[in-house]
């Protein structure tokens, strides 16, 4: 077997939950800032974040909700976020946090799943959450700041002094939804030791001081934004600024009020700082650092950002199996159009995807990834967890990689079905089902398509049913319904058939080879 351990050693993962790692980097800080809302510019200090954290933590216990119970975080980047996540994750329980772009049938489904006993969301999204409860186990929804109906406010109780003793390596204390390698989305098992060891793992080599400043537009629901900013970020004694969307105009503004150090971002937000005239007209002098993630960026837009900003332009690596990282850029060693080196604690291998023989330096195959930052595996799916996981511990990516002599990893392209837009995973086959149950569609298939912009976007073929007349515009209106915005496909083409395999799986690449 060939291994490709990290060069930057192994880390202590120590044994404290993730809260009790978060409240390290905030104890002593009394009321300097923790959490600024961008809109808003309202402070959330260090020491009111750990306040309403614990007694948040009582109130949920006092209601039975905790410990054991799994509640839902249905709501945009805000100060609250934390509080809730890790509330629920003091007093022993699970978080599963659920995209604010999803439909109703979407966040039932994901409820439904992970067994969620409270909703927590905003004002704006209580329309939907109604409608996404029923059938599921949820008992309360409560809302952020709410004046008529259960507000987080009222759920606060008596502080809750200590972290409720769990099974550091084996409690699910977060549930994200990924697609993983293909299908629906399905609930990542990550228990504290995955986040605590990853958060530990990052910070031995992302140089985050006090002195730092992010503008915290990844969401936080998903895991870039959940452990880089949310977890990382804070537990460095370093400050967020929230946003509740990407807007380039506001998140220009927030760089230059609040004199932001290091941006997290994905790839087309790096197109758009690389090319747009609007960065001319703020100063962003204070940036010393550009981290993409989410997907692959390259090179040329890499360099590009960096130079704009006069800053460092440097790129990640990593999955939601994963916690997400396994491989950052770190400063003063950089390789540009690369995603890094692997993090401490982490071992990869290189694997011929069809003969399963390891590669050598330099060679193309399948990465497969090994560290305490790997999930426990598929909630609910012990065959789709078979699929990814290896019984000694490798986690199958589904990405063709070549990692160099220097231990620098590129990505070079994808043996799995997912489309990757703007750092969003859309399985196809969630899309094609979509599809499918329209009345006037026999058969269906979706492929991505390169976009300068977005990375990807999803591509529908579709086969219509005998005598049905459908057109885009009656399938646009039928995934409005049932899929987020981000996974609607941008373009239809009507044929006679899918092409497919004799085993019936569709072929994608006679697919890809028409666009």
């Keep these: 077997m060939t291994t490709y351990p990290s060069l930057h050693g192994t880390v202590a993962v120590p044994e404290v939950s993730i809260t009790e790692l978060l409240f390290r ?62 509330a629920v994750a003091y007093g022993g329980g699970t978080v599963t946090t659920i995209n604010p772009t999803y439909t109703a049938p979407e966040i039932h489904h994901q409820l439904a799943d992970a067994r969620a006993v409270m909703l927590v969301t905003i004002p704006a999204f209580v329309e939907v959450a109604r409608a996404a409860v029923e059938g599921t186990g949820v008992r309360d929804i409560v809302v952020i700041g709410a004046q008529t109906c259960l507000s987080l406010d009222d759920v606060m109780g008596r502080a809750k002094q200590a972290q409720v003793p769990v099974d550091l390596a084996r409690h699910v204390v977060v549930l994200p939804y990924s697609s993983g390698t293909t299908g629906r989305p399905k609930g990542v098992m990550l228990t504290h030791r995955n986040l605590v060891a990853n958060v530990i793992q990052s910070g031995a080599v992302a140089g985050i001081t006090p002195d730092d400043v992010a503008i915290a537009f990844l969401p936080f629901f998903h895991i870039y934004g959940m452990t880089v900013l949310m977890n990382l970020f804070l537990q460095q004694r370093a400050k967020l600024v929230t946003m509740p969307r990407f807007d380039l105009e506001m998140f220009l503004r927030l760089i230059e009020t609040h004199r932001a150090t290091r941006l997290y971002i994905v790839p087309p937000v790096a197109l758009a700082l690389a090319k747009h005239p609007l960065v001319d007209q703020f100063d962003v002098s204070s940036v010393v650092e550009v981290f993409s993630g989410a997907a692959p960026l390259g090179p040329e837009t890499e360099i590009a950002v960096g130079d704009r900003f006069g800053a460092r332009s440097v790129q990640g690596y990593g999955m939601t199996e994963m916690s997400p990282i396994s491989h950052m850029t770190v400063a003063g060693n950089i390789r540009h159009g690369s995603s890094g080196q692997a993090v401490p604690s982490t071992e990869c291998r290189i694997v011929d995807p069809v003969a399963l023989s390891d590669m050598a330096p330099g060679q193309e195959g399948e990465l497969w990834v090994r560290g305490p930052q790997v999930m426990l595996g598929y909630l609910n799916n012990p065959e789709a967890t078979a699929e990814t996981l290896t019984q000694d511990g490798w986690l199958r990516t589904g990405d063709l990689a070549v990692i160099d002599a220097d231990g620098f990893m590129f990505i070079r392209d994808r043996l799995k079905e997912l ?97």
Excluded: W
């Design 25 to 86: 980097g905030l104890e002593g800080r009394g009321d300097a800032p923790a959490i600024i809302d961008g809109p808003t510019g309202n402070v959330l200090s260090a020491g009111d974040l750990m306040d309403r954290i614990r007694r948040l933590a009582g109130g949920l216990t006092e209601r039975g909700v905790l410990p054991g119970g799994t509640v839902a975080i249905l709501a945009p980047n805000m100060p609250e976020y934390p509080i809730v996540f890790h």
């Design 419 to 515: 489309i990757k837009f703007k750092g969003f995973q859309v399985a196809p086959a969630e899309v094609e089902a979509a599809l499918c149950a329209h009345p006037g569609v026999s058969d269906a298939a979706v492929v991505g398509r390169s976009d300068a912009e977005a990375g990807e976007v999803p591509v529908a073929f579709v086969v219509r049913a005998p005598g049905a007349e459908v057109g885009p515009e009656d399938l646009r209106a039928h995934v409005e319904g049932c899929l987020a915005h981000y996974k609607h496909p941008s373009e239809y083409r009507f044929v006679d058939s899918v092409p497919k395999s004799a085993s019936g799986k569709i072929l994608r690449r006679e697919l890809r080879a028409g666009l």
